[in-house]
């Protein structure tokens, strides 16, 4: 297959120089951000590999490893080049392109076909895998079985689970795709890889334990103090260093525990109702702690205002909080931004208790929408508001997930009654994951940026906001910080 200048970096391209560079001085700050293919040996490495630099006549960089499996190259077997945090450019862009990136790591293909992940984006499975070739060099079959067998060998080497539940919980049909797909892979039998095991992680079936690695410099303990401070009574704990709740996932629920665990480094142990529910959860996990971000582009771009600047670097590493459940994300944000976060998270914490069905559960919309009537207080609009919103996304009318762009999720939302923009905002930062979002009537931020010497208007903020852009996002939450 051949590959268009759009999904391959070539000689002629002066990003290639850019790139050229950054893999000749071994620069970890490129590891899954770009695919270094090596034709002369036919595979394709991390940025910072350590093996000897190529010719840049032998060199084609690709935006991800399907397209360098297409273009016929294998994983290098020593800096193993699936193994570094994502790439963040699947939150940055809002195109088709990378919103089908962030449904295909969360399971799409594998739970509905390509035909589910096209409609789920609006388009035909035609079109969108035209799209797919042309900007990222592979169509969704072939995006989606690369992250296959990275899940794959994540399992195979960081685990105990047999080798068949390795299979199935990576998404594969049939033992003999996995093998197959593995070898052509990595030039390994999953034997091979499993022999390159760290010590045992699976405590048991359905239970495991893997070690999620983030982009640095990554502020966990200011993040999981963040989830911590407003954690809902009976449904979550956590502390400066740990965060454990339920999760609905498509199997079933699963218990799960993240705790920090040296600078960039989380572990996750979750008990499954299904393996098969493995990838959807870490690819949650990973966007939930906003594992993937390029702080250190995010940080360098936001300390050119000199204002911002001493505080970005007093908090280097700062993460935008996400969300591992987008209907609860929705409730959670109308029920709480008129009150304290120490008053919400009682009053999440008995709805969840009188609503939820089972002990630890925020109840889903569908209940909301039949009896949020019964526990719900305050202005009777306000509660219409809620349970409108809830009778919306139980009836289908409204839809919530990562394939959504911005602008069409902000529209849905804002048509509804009682939602406004900034609850529109704060959802697409949470659940979206969006880094260019700058909540510019919200009181807080507001009294943070008169304090700083900065506009304390939303018409001034916002137009002095601009120059943060694409990371006012991550300005919000400096201001948030700063107050």
């Known amino acids: 297959m051949s590959i268009t200048p759009a999904a391959a970096v070539r000689a002629d391209d002066p990003l290639f120089a850019e790139r050229y560079r950054a893999m000749s001085s071994r620069d970890e700050r490129f590891d899954g951000q770009f695919i270094s293919g090596v034709h002369s040996t036919g595979i394709y490495c991390r940025p910072s590999c350590p093996a000897m630099t190529p010719k840049p006549s032998n060199v084609t960089f690709y935006r991800t490893s399907a397209a360098a499996h297409e273009a016929g190259l294998r994983a290098c077997k020593r800096c193993q080049p699936d193994a570094v945090p994502g790439s963040p450019e699947w939150n940055l862009h809002d195109d088709l392109a990378s919103r ?85 892979v990595y030039e390994q039998t999953p034997t ?78 979750a008990s499954l109702a299904s393996l ?50 987008a209907e609860e994300a929705v409730f959670r944000t109308m029920i709480g931004q008129q009150i304290s976060v120490a008053a ?39 509660v219409a508001s809620i349970i409108g919103v809830a009778e919306a996304i139980a009836g289908g009318d409204l839809v919530l997930d990562v394939g959504m762009p911005t602008a069409e999720l902000t529209a849905r939302l804002t048509a509804l009654r009682g939602v406004g923009p900034w609850t529109a905002g704060y959802i697409a930062m949470r659940v979206l994951g969006n880094p260019d979002v700058l909540l510019t009537t919200d009181l807080v931020m507001l009294q943070s940026a008169g304090r700083l010497g900065l506009p304390a208007n939303a018409r001034g903020l916002a137009d002095y906001g601009a120059r943060w852009a694409p990371w006012r996002s991550y300005a919000g939450l400096h201001l948030w910080a700063a107050r």
Do not use: K, W
């Open 344 to 382: 919400a998270t009682t009053v999440l914490g008995r709805i969840a208790a009188e609503l939820g069905e089972a002990p630890g559960l925020f109840p889903t919309a569908t209940a909301i929408a039949e009896r949020g009537h019964e526990v719900l207080r305050g202005p009777a609009t306000r």
């Open 100 to 184: 089908a990136m962030r449904l295909i790591a969360d399971g799409t293909v594998e739970r509905h076909g390509v035909p589910g992940l096209a409609s789920r984006l609006g388009y035909t499975p035609r079109h969108l895998g035209r799209v797919l070739v042309t900007e990222l060099g592979a169509g969704p079959l072939a995006l989606a079985r690369a992250h296959r067998a990275q899940t794959a060998r994540t399992l195979l080497t960081a685990t105990d689970l047999p080798i068949a539940d390795v299979a199935f919980a990576a998404g594969f049909s049939s033992i003999r795709q996995f093998n197959e797909t593995v070898q052509a």
């Open 192 to 269: 091979a890889l499993r022999a390159r095991r760290s010590p045992a992680s699976a405590a048991s079936t359905g239970t495991i334990t893997l070690r999620l690695p983030a982009r640095a410099p990554f502020d966990g303990p200011r993040l999981m103090r963040f989830f911590a401070d407003h954690a809902i009574s009976g449904v979550e704990t956590g502390d400066d260093r740990s965060f454990s709740r339920l999760v609905r996932l498509p199997g079933g629920l699963a218990r799960i525990e993240l705790e920090l665990d040296g600078p960039t480094t989380v572990v996750c142990t």
């Open 276 to 325: 098969a529910d493995l990838p959807t959860l870490v690819a949650r996990v990973r966007r939930f702690l906003d594992l993937d971000a390029d702080s250190e582009a995010i940080d360098a771009a936001l300390q050119r205002d000199e204002v911002l600047a001493p505080h970005v670097m007093a908090r280097p590493g700062m993460r935008l909080p996400g969300t591992l459940d």
